[in-house]
């Protein structure tokens, strides 16, 4: 389009064409206070996200500060967080399927069954514990592919499937362990899982690296899109992210880097479960976000009708997002028996709603379509700092029960608001 | 004339015992609209569904530049520069206009996506077709009114070079401005020297828009009609059975 200058009255038709071109904008322009606003408009319209699960946070951290001397201490804090471990990866387990609109009721007892099997396969039947975990995580493919089989392919609901099979693998976990057997969990990897912390410097060095590949990743996204000609958000916004990230990082570190042994010697440094759960967090991330089977299942949570139009292989994206589920549950009962030290015929019969919950408070979608890893690890936080703090309190399992109960209709409750408020539920087919 | 596009000839389609379709005939011709007008219940959806390759025909033959063709799955249809808007639209909600307008075609580097890159191709694409009510490519198709979802969903059909444009009642729920602006948009299509097939209730629309006019009654064609030699009257009456074309066609 070329601006010729025309002297004689041709005034505004040169304008509009200018206009047409800056009206379709991508988002990214302005300043830092345009994208605040636009940042406030979308909470607005009923996008939070994981801003309430982190008011939550801050709300329940401050609470308990003041209720307990023992909930802000260093080894409080190390304890929260690999009380939380088996939970941030079962809500993780549970975003793939949750993004579908679809549920998974027997993550829990998937991840009971496998360590079921897996510790009596080492512990009675002298299989190498690399083995056992091999077949353990065989076992937990095999049920993914087992429910999205009868989900994705047969077309029954997934509340009705997972519902069978978690009456079905707390038989079969009977079966495995023998009804009021325990089987104490000896293989030092798996305890050090929960038990054993990084050295000191180790710690800093994850930190260190977070930060490299947030930087890494934040700038090879601003050259692709520089590089077709398009605009990016101001670069203050990737200093400020990475601002965040090593504040919050940082002071975490800090904090389990002091010694938290009381005279039983010297207790310091990150969880060995922490870079785990965050290496895993960063894959899942990665896949839900800039691969085709991450958005896909944002697609078929959004329309599944529209995604199989437009050549989406729904029933086999849907099968897969079973099998990714029952996967990470294995991993979750890994996290589980490490803390536990042991595991019985009752593994993983309770912990499945929590899971959902944890979810759903960080603020995944029941209905689909909506929420992030990170979300259901912001959640799942929530819920260990009030088992946490309640605990601390001499209040028992009985009042934590409620609350989290509570908790989880007050986090159904701002989603279904916000769906209605984002129109969603007008276009559902 | 030229040689049409895409040639459907003895299309067979039945549901169990209901036969939908029996033995349907159909032109496109590029640069040319088509309508496609009947009662409800004549057979368009499925028509439509089968080139969509959503739905695919029991029996019958599909010619494209004079070939023939297998339509067996929406990959297929695509492939051959097929695209389809249609009546509900089929927009996710929760995805931005780059995400939904790219769905089950993104392009990607190394296995990951190059928003950048659709950003750019899909703005290209919306000021190509003098789009000016969206206000940025990465709002929420939730937050979109319906005739910004009509234009996504059209411009969505046109991004991949597309050679056959089939819209469904794409003027059904908007008001006037918006329909005229769809209608603009269906007219510059065929410039771009698209064939276009464009299915209506609304005959004001048709007779603007529309080179030809097929007439399906009850599963069967029974009108070829030019949009410059016919009425609005004799339309109607081949839509509800009151007239039948003579076949004298060549």
């Excluded at chain 1, 038709?13 to 009206?23: F, K, M, Y």
């Excluded at chain 1, 909506?370 to 979300?375: A, D, E, I």
Aim: aromatic share 6%.
């Amino acid at each position: 389009m070329s601006t010729q200058k025309t002297p004689s009255t041709t005034g505004p038709a040169p304008d509009t064409s200018v206009h047409d071109v800056e009206l379709i904008g991508s988002g990214q322009e302005g300043t830092i206070g345009d994208q605040a606003r636009a940042y406030f408009q979308r909470l607005q319209h009923g996008d939070m996200g994981a801003l309430p699960a982190v008011a939550g946070l801050v709300v329940l951290t401050i609470l308990f500060s003041f209720l307990s001397p023992f909930f802000l201490t260093e080894r409080n804090f190390a304890n929260l967080l690999t009380q939380a471990a088996t939970l941030v990866m079962l809500g993780m387990a549970l975003v793939f399927v949750l993004l579908l609109g679809e549920i998974d009721l027997s993550a829990g007892v998937t991840s009971g069954m496998t360590m079921a099997l897996f510790i009596v396969l080492v512990n009675v039947h002298a299989v190498p514990w690399v083995l056992a975990l091999v077949i353990a995580f065989a076992a937990g493919i095999l049920t993914g592919t087992f429910i999205g089989f009868f989900v994705a392919r047969v077309g029954i609901p997934s509340f009705v499937v997972t519902l069978g099979l978690f009456l079905g693998y707390q038989g079969l976990t009977l079966l495995i362990i023998g009804s009021g057997g325990l089987y104490r969990v000896q293989i030092p990897e798996i305890r050090d899982i929960q038990n054993s912390n990084m050295p000191v410097w180790a710690g800093w060095a994850m930190l260190g690296v977070i930060l490299l590949i947030s930087a890494g990743m934040s700038f090879w996204d601003r050259a692709r899109r520089t590089r077709a000609g398009v605009p990016n958000r101001t670069i203050t916004l990737v200093w400020i992210k990475l601002g965040v990230i090593a504040v919050i990082g940082g002071a975490a570190v800090a904090v389990l880097s002091r010694n938290r042994g009381q005279s039983v010697g010297v207790v310091e440094g990150v969880p060995i479960v922490v870079p785990i759960v965050l290496v895993i967090l960063w894959i899942g991330t990665f896949v839900l976000d800039r691969t085709r089977f991450g958005r896909y299942l944002y697609a078929i949570g959004g329309n599944a009708e529209a995604a199989r139009r437009s050549g989406v292989k729904v029933m086999l994206i849907r099968w897969t997002a079973f099998i990714v589920c029952s996967t990470l549950a294995v991993v979750s009962g890994l996290f589980s028996i490490s803390k536990v030290g042991s595991v019985d015929a009752a593994a993983g019969r309770e912990i499945v709603l929590s899971g959902v919950a944890a979810a759903v408070v960080g603020g995944v979608s029941l209905f689909g379509g909506r929420g992030r890893l990170l979300h259901a690890a912001i959640g799942a936080l929530v819920i260990a700092v009030i088992t946490n703090g309640l605990g601390l309190l001499n209040l028992g399992a009985g009042v934590n029960l409620m609350v989290t109960g509570g908790v989880l209709i007050l986090a159904a409750t701002v989603d279904a608001v916000s769906r209605v408020r984002s129109g969603g539920s007008l276009m559902r087919t | 004339m030229d040689a049409p596009l895409i040639e459907l000839s003895g299309i067979l389609k039945s549901f169990g015992p209901v036969s939908v379709l029996k033995g349907v005939d159909l032109k496109a011709y590029p640069g040319k609209v088509t309508a496609l007008v009947g009662d409800n219940g004549a057979g368009k959806s499925t028509l439509i569904k089968g080139l969509a390759g959503v739905q695919p025909y029991d029996d019958g033959v599909v010619k494209f530049d004079g070939k023939p063709v297998a339509l067996h799955s929406p990959r297929e249809a695509a492939r051959l520069g097929i695209e389809v808007v249609y009546q509900d639209l089929a927009l996710c909600d929760n995805l931005d206009i780059v995400q939904n307008m790219f769905l089950g075609r993104e392009e990607t580097e190394f296995g990951t996506f190059d928003e950048g890159r659709m950003e750019k191709d899909a703005s290209d694409t919306l000021r190509s077709l003098s789009v000016r009510t969206v206000k940025s490519v990465r709002q929420k198709v939730s937050s979109l009114s319906g005739g910004q979802r009509q234009t996504v969903a059209i411009a969505r059909a046109v991004l991949k070079n597309a050679r056959l444009v089939i819209l469904d009642e794409p003027t059904a729920a908007l008001g006037v401005a918006q329909t005229e602006q769809v209608l603009h948009l269906v007219s510059r299509l065929a410039e771009q020297g698209v064939a276009v097939i464009l299915i209506s209730h609304n005959l004001a629309d048709v007779f603007e828009v529309a080179d030809h006019i097929d007439v399906l009654y009850l599963g069967q064609m029974v009108a070829h009609l030019d949009a410059r030699e016919t009425t609005r009257d004799d339309v109607v009456g081949y839509i509800t059975g009151a007239k039948v074309q003579q076949e004298a066609t060549a």
